[in-house]
Structures are given as structure tokens and as C-alpha cells.
């Protein structure tokens, strides 16, 4: 897997890509999950949807043993949530100052603000302005912060 992460992150310097992960699975042991915490920190994800395992009756894992506490695979969670923080902030970060497309969400109207989604997938807010929605602009990402990407509409 090493090297078809590594291959993916010298394809996608641009690129957002995700992945649904399920933290605690019936035996997953402490090493595993080390292991998983690696692989993911040297990985070109972006973001990670991250579950809780919870057994539910009617599936073959209801029955696996070695089943993990709840209180580790939540803990197990929080870890792989606050990973999947700061990759994402890494590669938001990697778009200070630069351009790019993007398609306008809607406007906040509590906030005075319109938001967008850009072709990476970042969402960010564009302080006092009103876009329609719906519409494809360029915009300059301007500041980036853990809970929030800002931009202005390019020149």
C-alpha cells in the first residue's frame, strides 16, 4: 500500500479525495490501529469520514470476538478526526494566495456572506458579498483556518 500511496500523492497535488474509515472493528488490535494512523498521516487523503464501529444484530460482525470497549473505539475515533483535521487544514493551507474555480453555494444572510465550493472541495466564505447561487466564479483563497477557508473573488 506504501507505494500506491505515494504514487497517488505525486498524482494529486491538487486534487481533494476522501475515505469512509471504521475505527474499532472486532479485532482490531492497538498495533493495527497504529499501523492504520500511519498509512493515513502518509496517505494524499484529505479528509476522512470516520465511524465508530457498532454492532448490529444481523450482521457477521455481531458475533466477531474480541470485540473492542466502546470507550477505545471512540477514543480510537477522536484520534482518527482530529488526523483527518489537520490533513485537511494542510491542504486547505496549500491554497493560500492561489486562484481557483468555484461554484457558489448560497448566501449566509445572518453572516453578510456568500459561500462557495471550489473545485478542490474546500468550502469557503466570501465575507460581504452576495452571489446568486449556483453561479461559477474564480476566487483567491486569502486565509485559512482550522474551522474555515475565506476568499475574495479574483481580480
Not at 104 to 123: C, F, P, Q, R
Amino acid at each position: 500500500m506504501t507505494g500506491f500511496c505515494a504514487e497517488c500523492a505525486g498524482l494529486t497535488l491538487r486534487l481533494a479525495s476522501s475515505t469512509d474509515i471504521l475505527a474499532g472493528f472486532p479485532g482490531e488490535t492497538d498495533k493495527d490501529f497504529a499501523e492504520t494512523c500511519e498509512l493515513i498521516r502518509r496517505s494524499p487523503l484529505t479528509y476522512l469520514h470516520v465511524f465508530p464501529f457498532s454492532a448490529r444484530e444481523g450482521t457477521d460482525a455481531y458475533s466477531m470476538p474480541d470485540r473492542i470497549p466502546p470507550r477505545v473505539i471512540h477514543e480510537r475515533a477522536r484520534i482518527l478526526r482530529e488526523i483527518s483535521q489537520d490533513k485537511n487544514l494542510t491542504f486547505r493551507r496549500s491554497f493560500l494566495r492561489r486562484e481557483v474555480r468555484a461554484l457558489t453555494l448560497a448566501k449566509e444572510e445572518e453572516m453578510g456572506e456568500s459561500v462557495v465550493l471550489t473545485e478542490n472541495y474546500i468550502h469557503a466564505r466570501i465575507p460581504a458579498l452576495s452571489l446568486p447561487p449556483n453561479r461559477l466564479v474564480k476566487v483567491r483563497i486569502e486565509d485559512v483556518r482550522p474551522d474555515a477557508t475565506f476568499a475574495l473573488p479574483a481580480a
